[in-house]
């Protein structure tokens, strides 16, 4: 009989193969699953997972869509990635990516009817500075009071929230716009360029794809990425090098929080173009799935961001057509976690199951 | 103000507050013995869809807080296994649990949205929460169970060198915590609302979190935190009726500010955080060392 | 019942690197105290955890009381009559002491019988203690009183003593021993693990030396010194070679005075008016037993752990003892810890990378706050020539290499920046014979050079091999030094088991 809890064996050396595996193996499971609950909630399974994985990206038009959702996902997963390389536990990029769009927007209502060239690279610069100064704060206290960033980071998504809804009900509230909750449109400057002519897809990717390529340079060339990998490795390696470990924490979440930024503006100028409530359905939590499945490196990143944004889509597609809640894609958004960290032991450790005596 | 208008302020916290102090007791339970479990808000979510449903469909009370417990139980034995069996980050895992737990919830009660029920008078829980409270302080400081698992919050590796299991323990811990946290969402859709909606907690469970660390990790503080936050909250949303001008937001913002200073006040005193924190927690337990 | 109360037949155990007891048999006579003598790593705590039912033998059986010792937890032993007394105390800091008895008792015990019983003990043995006070506000002296009275409390025949006055003032040790010799009146029996002679021999009546593993010598106190201990606790007599004292100049490199600090936490050993001088070119051994204030001292040495430190640290007129790591480097003087993965190197770094932990002046391995590939490559290649690295290239990770010739990298990379102060600790623990000699070989050279070279070791054959002069720091004072080619092995080891420091 075999043993629910296995015996693990030591590793001698952490496995490169299956740092690759782990997450193929965790979205397969997770497919696997999800094709069961589907069964139990009597769809065939094989038209459930054609409409949730195949249907949604089946043309030209749903690449795009695919492409318009995983841009943000990857930027603020790359940017994470410079937190929790570091063992800091960023859980508010979310709120980080509502100070972007506020600060970066707020600049896009101000000259809503100027236009320049120079109008969008504010706003991204603004965006920018907007998540680095939300995302510092829990980084300062945590150097100076020792607070936990997990609960400060993710009150400061709440209140990040709740001054989004203030300004797009009072000051910044669009004059014509009757009771519906929303500021004034950015002018034509204000917005990112689309990449193709009837698709969504916009400039945006662009600067994801920088940001990806930018985290890549910066651990794999720059002593600040070298510093910044061996103080989570090693505490006391870094400790031995003479590095500035509260100077680290500053800039990590400096950086998690302006890509973060980064990404809200480009929500809020690309598909967009204004600001109102829900600008984001969440991105700034399902990053943190994105940057673990992704393994915290930039290509693993972009395949993850893809994956993730597929399940936003499937479940969109789930509920036209088989009338699921759209909910159902935090869940196999949770379950593709789930198995990633299950798995994720295989790394390190051999499973052995051995029999029951 | 007269002493009607305060029995009722009183009241009115009381009732409001409960759900926080079933999240928060259960919380500290799996924390003191070294496990920080984030997915409190995602089972609280799942309690509350659970009770409500259950409730629609059979229309019985006692079956609907019997399935929401269960299902608590179900999720956090989940967490069980892969924190302490697969070893797994307990940060991550937690965030997954409640990620899950979210949209697992919303899809359950997806159908319930609006189905109206008969709410169950709030009084017997706010007693019930008492009563949890006092049993969770007797049971640790009183009992010899209750020592163990202190010890092994405390250092496991000496609990382990004395004979005990730490997995029992934990996993004890674990269970009692997603049961607490189920019925703190149970008790929100049946009698506090009473109704289901979509990510109905708003953001409870976290405040949880935050109280379990305000507390101390002491029972009997979860209460006084918990009233504290309670009053806040009754002060921000009559503090507009008193004439105080400023935008809804703002006092809506109230209990999250309030938990960060709270946070911070108790952190930077390092040396009481290193005294009161269970001191392994979050650090996984290798049997083999 | 025969008068062998625990008779030990062919113990062995071993470990994925290491044998850790190879073949141990020995006898405890009843109602004696029996030393376990040896150095740090020689196998005594491996084999007292098997005792203990911590760990299961892979070969071998012990009879207790006429009956085989099989047990596979310690409330196991503790319910044969064997109990155990922690070095690094098994207690819990927050709760309070009646709390820390009751998790050491496997029966349930009423609370007011648990007060009885320990009013009994307390009376007895002379251990007062108050039950309510929490753990972390005692003394080591106090703490260990708890851990006594705990397994007291259950009646033990067999106590196993774990290096029990390595934290305790004289005092406090001389209480302990009344309370010991009480015991022995009663008819029970101890085991005393340490690697201090002179109580070895005030104490105990018969002792067993470990070396490496294995039993060396199980033998009555009555024919045996101090010196003859420590030879046979030591090991071999050390090898003909002369230092060479030609080259040493007589100015001071590095001058410490008076380094004192207090740590206030019973793990870390403080460390007490701490002074020495290292001249250029000369090599200065610090020797000593594990858990005397060596990683402490290393700490201070290389700026890791200089909180509270009082005293001064001069290096070339200026007073470094504040500096961090880097400032100490950027004044060219390196440093090699006692571990290499986690803390002298990164284990998932690949050896060119793992150049980079240590910068010095001058490096070419930066521009611009970017780092070169390519230099810290050729670097690495040439630390991988020039010390004979046995690894597949530069991109192997850290973790893949052995330890000796892990070792060996780290202390090429710190050798070839040229230091003018090189500091190391426990240079060729665990290495192989071949990546000893090339290392040793490679600190006399760097010697030669002009380099002053401090050594911190509990390897008395290497210290003697290659240092000029040598002290002996215990429990967080250092000795006076002397020149190697003046002073014996034997004089040396009483030193390190405490005779002759004050």
């Known amino acids: 009989m075999i043993n629910f809890i296995p015996e693990l064996e030591a590793r001698g050396n952490p496995s490169t193969t299956m740092n690759f595996l782990v997450p193929v193996i965790a979205v397969i499971l997770t497919v696997i699953t999800g094709s069961i609950i589907f069964a139990l909630m009597g769809f065939d399974p094989m038209f459930a997972l054609h409409t949730f994985f195949i249907s949604p990206i089946s043309n030209s038009y749903g690449i795009s869509e695919l492409l318009v959702k995983a841009t943000p996902l990857a930027l603020i997963a790359v940017g994470l990635a410079f937190c929790f390389k570091n063992n800091l536990y960023n859980i508010g990029a979310e709120g980080q990516l509502t ?183 969440n991105y700034g939590f399902t990053a943190i799935i994105v940057a673990f499945l992704g393994r915290l490196h930039p290509i693993g990143i972009i395949f993850a961001s893809l994956v993730i944004a597929l399940t936003y889509l499937g479940a969109e597609d789930a509920q036209l057509f088989m009338q699921i809640p759209a909910a159902v894609g935090f869940v196999f958004q949770g379950l593709v976690l789930f198995y990633l960290l299950g798995t994720e032991l295989l790394v390190n450790f051999k499973i052995v199951f051995r029999k029951n005596i | 103000m007269n002493i009607d208008v305060l029995l009722g ?43 409500f449903v259950t409730l629609v469909i059979t229309g019985s009370y006692v079956l609907a807080f019997i399935v929401s417990i269960l299902s608590g139980a179900l999720m956090s034995g989940l967490f069980a296994y892969l924190v302490l ?143 504290i936050f309670g009053g806040v909250s009754i002060i921000q949303m009559n503090l507009q009726a008193w004439g105080v001008n400023l935008p809804g937001q703002f006092f809506n913002m109230a209990p999250y500010l309030a938990t960060m200073i709270v946070l911070i006040i108790i952190s930077s005193n390092r040396l009481r955080i290193k005294l009161s924190a269970p001191a392994s927690l979050t650090i996984p337990f290798f049997k083999g060392r | 019942m025969d008068n062998l109360i625990l008779k030990i037949d062919n113990i062995s155990k071993s470990f994925p690197r290491v044998k850790a007891n190879k073949n141990i048999s020995f006898n405890i006579r009843r109602n004696t105290v029996h030393a376990l003598l040896g150095e740090n790593g020689a196998g005594k705590s491996t084999f007292v955890k098997i005792l203990y039912g911590l760990l299961k033998p892979d070969e071998g059986k012990m009879i207790f009381n006429d009956n085989v010792l099989n047990v596979q937890s310690p409330s196991e032993a503790r319910q044969r009559k064997i109990g155990m007394v922690f070095q690094h105390f098994s207690l819990f800091d927050s709760l309070t002491v009646r709390e820390n008895l009751i998790l050491g008792i496997d029966n349930d015990m009423s609370f007011s019988n648990l007060q009885k019983n320990v009013n009994e003990i307390s009376k007895k043995y002379e251990l007062p203690l108050d039950l309510d006070a929490p753990i972390n506000t005692l003394s080591a002296g106090q703490k260990q009183r708890v851990e006594i009275v705990r397994i007291l409390l259950q009646d033990p025949e067999l106590l196993i003593m774990d290096e029990p006055t390595s934290v ?149 007129e200026v007073d470094i003892k504040n500096f961090n790591p880097k400032k100490r480097r950027d004044l060219s003087i390196a440093f090699v810890p006692e571990n290499r993965l986690g803390h002298s190197a990164v284990p998932e770094l690949t050896l060119s990378e793992n150049i980079l932990i240590s910068q010095f002046p001058n490096n070419n391995f930066l521009s611009n706050g970017m780092i070169n590939h390519r230099n810290i490559d050729l670097q690495a290649k040439k630390v991988i020539e020039q010390f004979n690295v046995v690894t597949p290239g530069t991109d192997a990770k850290a973790s893949s290499l052995s330890g000796g010739n892990l070792q060996k990298f780290v202390i090429g990379r710190e050798i070839l920046t040229n230091p003018k102060l090189l500091i190391i600790s426990h240079p060729t623990w665990g290495i192989d014979a071949g990546a000893e000699h090339a290392i040793r070989n490679s600190l006399i050279e760097l010697a030669k050079n002009g380099t002053s070279i401090i050594v911190i070791s509990q390897d008395l054959d290497e210290l003697f091999e290659i240092s000029h002069r040598i002290s002996v720091i215990f429990n967080g004072k250092l000795s006076k030094s002397y020149e190697t080619r003046n002073i014996s092995v034997s004089e040396i080891g009483l030193l390190m088991g405490g005779q002759g420091i004050d």
């Not at chain 1, 709740?162 to 034509?188: A, E, N």
């Not at chain 1, 794999?220 to 031995?240: D, E, F, H, N």
């Not at chain 2, 609990?159 to 607490?180: D, N, P, Q, T």
């Open chain 1, 99 to 281: 100070m972007g769009a506020v600060v970066g927007g707020g600049i896009g209502i101000l000259f809503y009817d100027t236009s320049g060239i120079w109008i969008l690279p504010l706003m991204i610069i603004g965006g920018a500075i907007g998540g680095a100064l939300w995302g510092l704060i829990p980084a300062i206290l945590k150097v100076k009071f020792n607070t936990n960033e997990i609960l400060t980071s993710l009150m400061l998504v709440y209140i990040a929230l709740l001054i989004l809804d203030y300004l797009v009900v009072g000051p910044w509230k669009d004059p014509q716009g009757y009771s519906f909750p929303k500021t004034r449109q950015f002018g034509d400057s204000g917005r990112m360029p689309l990449l193709f002519s009837g698709l969504r897809v916009h400039f945006g990717i662009i600067i994801a794809l920088i940001g990806v390529f930018a985290s890549w340079f910066i651990f794999s060339k720059t002593m600040l990425g070298y510093q910044l990998k061996v103080t989570g490795y090693s505490p006391i390696a870094s400790r031995y090098a003479g590095f500035n470990q509260n100077n680290l924490v500053y800039i990590a979440f400096i950086f998690s929080g302006a890509f973060a930024g980064i990404a809200g503006l480009g929500e809020v100028s690309g598909p967009i173009g204004l600001l109102y409530r829900d600008i984001s359905p």
């Open chain 2, 9 to 51: 302020v009183i009241q009115i916290i009381l009732i409001a507050t409960t759900p926080l102090v079933f999240a928060a007791i259960g919380e500290l339970v799996t924390e003191k013995t070294g496990v920080l479990n984030l997915g409190v808000e995602g089972m609280m979510l799942v309690g509350a869809v659970t009770a």
């Open chain 2, 85 to 227: 069996i697969l070893m797994s980050n307990q940060v991550a895992t937690g965030l997954a649990l409640t990620i899950f737990g979210i949209g697992l919830s919303s899809m359950i009660g997806k159908q319930y949205i609006g189905t109206p029920i008969q709410g169950l008078n709030p009084y017997f829980f706010v007693i019930l929460s008492f009563i949890i409270v006092f049993l969770v302080g007797y049971f640790f400081y009183k009992t010899k169970l209750g020592l163990i698992f202190r010890a092994v919050g405390e250092s496991h590796n000496s609990s382990h060198a004395l004979g005990y299991s730490v997995i029992k323990v934990r996993l004890m811990g674990i269970l009692f915590g997603g049961c607490m946290c189920a019925l703190a969402g149970s008790y929100m859709s049946i009698c506090y609302a009473p109704m289901w909606q979509e990510n109905m907690t708003a953001g409870r469970g976290w405040i949880a979190l935050a109280l379990v660390v305000f507390a101390t990790w002491k029972p009997g503080r979860i209460l006084i935190g918990a009233y």
């Open chain 3, 168 to 316: 305790l003032t004289p005092q406090e040790v001389e209480s302990l021993f009344k309370t010991l010799n009480t015991l022995l009146k009663e008819g029970r029996t101890i085991l005393y693990i340490t690697h201090k002679l002179e109580e070895v021999i005030n104490l105990c009546d018969e002792v067993t030396i470990l070396r490496d593993g294995s039993v060396i010598e199980s033998s009555k106190l009555e024919n045996e010194t101090a010196e003859s201990l420590a030879t046979k606790m030591l090991g071999k007599k050390l090898s003909e070679i002369k230092t060479d004292y030609k080259h040493i100049k007589d100015k001071n490199n590095l001058k410490a005075e008076n380094l004192s600090i207090n740590f206030n936490d019973p793990f870390f050993t403080d460390l007490k008016q701490i002074s020495f001088n290292v001249r250029e070119g000369e090599i200065f051994g610090i020797a000593g037993v594990a858990g005397n204030g060596q990683s402490e001292l290393m700490n201070l040495l290389t700026g890791e752990g200089i909180d509270g430190v009082s005293g001064s640290l001069v290096y070339n």
